[in-house]
């Protein structure tokens, strides 16, 4: 075994006992709660408003780099299709990575055929952009004055940009990240964020399946037990033993 | 062709999965070697998926040229350059003469001056963010001006300033931002193990 994981392998597999321990407990009772999300509110009246103006909405991952972030978003960006088909509403997706466009156009496909208007789908308005995505984004944004703009993923400065194009046709704007390099912009110019682990969860409420609720309740076990140990570990190296620093970086 | 397209990319995936994070926790040389091979190939995927995205362009340009749309002038463009740079790239490879000359000297000034505009639309952004709106734009405001004060002229006249600055860095916001990492990485494992272990296929056009 190598050197300094044999505590990173335990939290994993203790991770994954807990990650089906928890979906069986959903599976037999049905009991999930999680606080309402107000993005999700938001992707819902910025495509009810881009509806009645007659207006697009715009989507995209950013420029980050392929990353679980993306699992996240596609599970939005399925509810926000779906409720595009559902308003026949136009949904522009602009792609920086080309490895992330047939995962979209399934994505996209797979909402619109849940919602029977598969004719609607217009497969030319998921655009694959490349190294120039953020100027072919604020052009899209502006030509077409969108009235809703989301953004979740990776993102990096691309979301200040997309927020200010959008901002000036006064789209309502969702974004969510884990880079918490972009949390302040993202959160000081959208009307509401997905912070960090929240896009997860929000995947969750949107459709709560056994699998879903299992990751989401265990990372925040997972999470109490890391509290617990931090607040014991600053305790314990305050009062000068560092037995419990020298066991987890083992 | 059901079997292709969503019970092979999980089989796949798994293998890849297994051995990549099976390599960062057992020291067997081999399968560091296979991993590491398996990382190369990733390069190659994603220049199929790189022709795939390609396709994609020339299908929304050229319709839009064909239906002589307004910016069908800007679309036929976008063509000529794509085709130019792949010519000149098939025949002297991205090190050609001409490639370098044509990446220095057009692509890089346009992509710095498409970045350098970010400069403008962090300015507004900040007017819009410090705007007072609500109980947490103050917040904002009051933080954004005590990092402020820690530099330059602010400094020399208020020397508190810049303890006051590293106070809130280093406590309140290092430990909202650690929050946030902890919560965020413990949500990327498992949303990484479904896909994983195949529980999660919606990216592959089905459900669970």
Redesign the interface.
């Known amino acids: 075994?190598?050197q300094g994981?044999t505590v990173?392998?335990l939290v994993?597999a203790t991770?994954?006992a807990t990650?089906y321990i928890s979906a069986n407990i959903y599976r037999k009772t049905g009991e999930f709660s999680a606080r309402k999300f107000e993005g999700l509110a938001k992707m819902e009246e910025a495509i009810g408003r881009a509806t009645e103006m007659g207006k697009p909405v715009h989507w995209s991952y950013g420029m980050g780099a392929f990353?679980?972030?993306y699992?996240?978003a596609?599970?939005l960006l399925?509810y926000a299709a779906g409720l595009c088909a559902k308003y026949d509403t136009r949904l522009i997706v602009s792609?920086a990575?080309?490895?992330v466009?047939?995962?979209t156009e399934?994505?996209v496909?797979?909402a619109y055929i849940e919602q029977g208007k598969v004719e609607s789908m217009q497969?030319?308005d998921?655009?694959?952009?490349?190294?120039?995505h953020?100027?072919a984004m604020i052009g899209t944004i502006s030509?077409e004055q969108v009235a809703g703009n989301f953004m979740i993923g990776s993102l990096f400065?691309e979301s200040?940009?997309s927020?200010?194009?959008a901002?000036r046709y006064n789209a309502i704007q969702v974004m969510g990240t884990?880079n918490?390099h972009q949390?302040?912009?993202i959160?000081?110019?959208c009307d509401a964020i997905f912070?960090?682990?929240e896009?997860?969860?929000a995947a969750a409420q949107l459709d709560a399946?056994p699998?879903?609720v299992?990751?989401?309740r265990?990372?925040d076990l997972?999470?109490s037990v890391?509290v617990v140990l931090m607040v014991v570990g600053a305790l314990m190296v305050t009062m000068g033993n560092t037995t419990l620093k020298t066991l987890i970086m083992r | 062709m059901t079997f292709i397209k969503t019970k092979l990319p999980v089989v796949v995936t798994f293998v890849g999965a297994f051995i990549i994070i099976a390599q960062y926790y057992f020291d067997i040389p081999a399968w560091k070697t296979l991993a590491a091979e398996l990382l190369r190939w990733n390069v190659i995927l994603a220049a199929f998926a790189l022709a795939l995205g390609i396709g994609g362009i020339v299908k929304l340009h050229w319709g839009r040229i064909a239906r002589r749309a307004p910016t069908a002038l800007y679309s036929a463009a976008t063509l000529i350059t794509l085709a130019f740079f792949l010519a000149i790239g098939l025949a002297q490879t991205t090190r050609g003469e001409s490639y370098r000359w044509l990446y220095d000297y057009i692509y890089l000034p346009v992509a710095a001056t498409s970045y350098a505009t970010t400069f403008f639309f962090i300015t507004s952004a900040a007017y819009r963010a410090f705007r007072i709106k609500n109980s947490y734009a103050a917040v904002l405001m009051v933080s954004a001006v005590l990092m402020m004060l820690q530099i330059g002229i602010f400094a020399a006249f208020l020397p508190i300033a810049p303890r006051i600055a590293a106070w809130v860095w280093n406590i309140p916001t290092s430990a909202g931002m650690r929050a946030v990492v902890i919560g965020g990485a413990l949500s990327l494992v498992g949303n990484s193990f479904r896909v994983i272990v195949g529980l999660e296929r919606g990216h592959l056009g089905g459900g669970e």
């Open positions: 075994m190598n994981v990173q392998l994993l991770f994954i990650f990353d679980a972030q699992l996240a596609f599970v399925e792609i990575l080309p490895e466009v047939p995962m399934e994505v496909r797979k497969p030319e998921v655009r694959f952009w490349g190294g120039s953020n100027p030509r400065h200040i940009l927020i200010e194009a901002a884990s918490t949390l302040p912009f959160a000081a110019g912070i960090g682990a896009m997860f969860a399946t699998v879903r299992g990751s989401v265990a990372p997972i999470t890391f």
